[in-house]
């Protein structure tokens, strides 16, 4: 009787074992699974963060060499420009007074036609108001290209636009520090001083 008990319990034993080994493997199989699930999650992430990286490297890319061919096109048209205005002022500085000098030709014209009309003629007032006539043609262009004679006449003196040849006493006490004789016209051009009146100032 003894031994049959033995035997059963040896039994029970030996049944039980492999349960207990299959419920083992089981887990392990589970905990294998449930740990193999965030490692691919892991796996994929990286896979879209090194292709997002790659795409943003390529649009970089792309846009560093718009920059640079822009830049070139940039640098191309500048030089360009700078050559082309080097070439305007150029011609501008040799050529500016073209204008000028073809306007005054009527006058030297006119000139030329007066002496001749000198030698010719014994009429003294035809020739002043021929002579006359030159002078007003010619003043007229000055001011049209904005040429102007400075006044002297009873102004107060001012060094910015009168140069003081001498100072004579004042025939008035009222002309002193006035110009009471003008030596020399003085002319602007656009407002600017051209050429200094030479004035004698009263004192």
Known sequence: MAEKKT????QNVVDEAP????????????????????????????????????????????TIEKMQKDYLLLMAEF?????RTLREKAELIKNGGEGC???????????????????????LEAVKEG???????????LEQNGVKEIPTKDVDFDTEYHEAVTMFPAPD???KGKVIDTVQKGYTLNDKVIRFAKVVVGE
């Open 173 to 175: 006490p009222a002309q």
């Open 7 to 10: 035997n059963k319990k040896t």
């Open 79 to 83: 030089d360009n420009f700078r050559k």
């Open 101 to 123: 000098m073809k306007a005054i030709l009527p006058v030297i014209d006119d000139f030329e036609r007066g002496l001749a009309a000198v030698e010719e003629s014994n009429d």
């Open 131 to 141: 002579m006359n006539l030159i002078y007003n043609k010619f003043k007229t262009y």
């Open 19 to 62: 349960e207990k080994e299959t419920k083992e493997i089981n887990v392990e199989e589970s905990q294998a699974e449930e740990g193999a699930a965030p490692e691919n999650e892991s796996e994929e992430a990286e896979v879209d963060e090194a292709a997002k990286l790659s795409a943003e490297l390529e649009t970089l890319k792309a």
